[in-house]
């Protein structure tokens, strides 16, 4: 709800009415409202097979066989659980992918340095350990400078400890860029601790769309983590 946010100056990257998809006879997503704000972290936690990664998609524009409407204002970029590099180019190659030429290489080098890996940009996908793969996936997204970060399980293969780093990337990279995040996950602690809105998919809809209000990383000096990073 609009209200709930604080300071928030503006308004929808994504206003979605009405979304239905339909695979078959089987009605994944029948009748979904959804509105992400600039700026905001919203989770979208369900049950596996709920329809999650199919209205990621949808939003994305991944998926065009739905019925309804969604506007998007702004630009998108996408991270899966799998970060899906192409193994015979280079990691700056990867992140750079798609971009034209020019700059790319210089911000492809920027973007790795932001998630930590300016160490690893001419080391093959094969060689980076899975938390560095996702990181540059996360760069792949960031040198897209998106308004909108929509991301799908991201840390669902990641152990514990890496995990806790990648949140805390996740929420420095949203501090400095402000996009707006849409978070799927199937882990609701995770979605209380990093999102401003947690929305639930149930049943083709979206069920509870419940603000947190209990203290979240993003609202201290750093996340709480910090003693545990050190381990890692
Ligand atoms: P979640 O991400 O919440 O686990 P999905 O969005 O992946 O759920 O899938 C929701 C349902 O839609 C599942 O029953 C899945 O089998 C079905 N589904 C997803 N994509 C397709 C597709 N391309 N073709 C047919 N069925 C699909
Ligand atoms: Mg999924």
């Given at each position: 709800?609009?209200?709930?946010?604080?300071?928030?100056?503006?308004?929808?990257?994504?206003?979605?009415?009405?979304?239905?998809?339909?695979?078959?006879?089987?009605?994944?997503?029948?009748?979904?409202?959804?509105?992400?704000?600039?700026?905001?972290?919203?989770?979208?936690?369900?049950?596996?097979?709920?329809?999650?990664?199919?209205?990621?998609?949808?939003?994305?524009?991944?998926?065009?066989?739905?019925?309804g409407?969604?506007?998007?204002?702004?630009?998108?970029?996408?991270?899966?659980?799998?970060?899906?590099?192409?193994?015979?180019?280079?990691?700056?190659?990867?992140?750079?992918?798609?971009?034209?030429?020019?700059?790319?290489?210089?911000?492809?080098?920027?973007?790795?340095?932001?998630?930590?890996?300016?160490?690893r940009?001419?080391?093959?996908?094969?060689?980076?350990s899975?938390?560095?793969?996702?990181?540059?996936?996360?760069?792949?997204?960031?040198?897209?400078?998106?308004?909108?970060?929509?991301?799908?399980?991201?840390?669902?293969?990641?152990?514990?400890?890496?995990r806790?780093?990648?949140?805390?990337?996740?929420?420095?990279?949203?501090?400095?860029?402000?996009?707006?995040?849409?978070?799927?996950?199937?882990?609701?602690?995770?979605?209380?601790?990093?999102?401003?809105?947690?929305?639930?998919?149930?049943?083709?809809?979206?069920?509870?769309?419940?603000?947190?209000?209990?203290?979240?990383?993003?609202?201290?000096?750093?996340?709480?983590?910090?003693?545990?990073?050190?381990?890692?």
């Amino acid at each position: 709800m609009a209200q709930d946010v604080p300071g928030r100056v503006s308004d929808a990257v994504v206003a979605a009415r009405g979304v239905r998809r339909v695979f078959g006879s089987d009605v994944v997503l029948d009748g979904i409202d959804l509105t992400l704000h600039s700026g905001e972290i919203v989770a979208l936690v369900g049950r596996s097979g709920s329809g999650k990664s199919t209205l990621l998609r949808t939003v994305a524009g991944l998926d065009r066989g739905h019925e309804g409407r969604i506007d998007v204002d702004g630009s998108v970029a996408v991270a899966f659980q799998e970060p899906r590099l192409l193994p015979w180019k280079r990691v700056h190659r990867n992140v750079s992918l798609g971009l034209p030429d020019g700059d790319g290489k210089r911000r492809a080098i920027e973007a790795l340095g932001e998630v930590n890996l300016g160490h690893r940009v001419d080391a093959w996908p094969l060689t980076l350990s899975g938390g560095e793969a996702q990181r540059v996936s996360l760069a792949r997204a960031l040198v897209r400078e998106p308004d909108l970060l929509l991301l799908d399980e991201p840390f669902g293969a990641l152990d514990a400890l890496t995990r806790i780093t990648a949140y805390e990337l996740l929420i420095r990279l949203w501090r400095r860029h402000g996009f707006a995040v849409l978070l799927v996950t199937h882990d609701v602690e995770e979605a209380v601790l990093l999102a401003d809105r947690v929305l639930v998919l149930d049943d083709g809809r979206i069920a509870h769309d419940v603000a947190v209000t209990a203290p979240r990383p993003r609202q201290r000096a750093d996340p709480g983590v910090v003693a545990l990073r050190t381990q890692v």
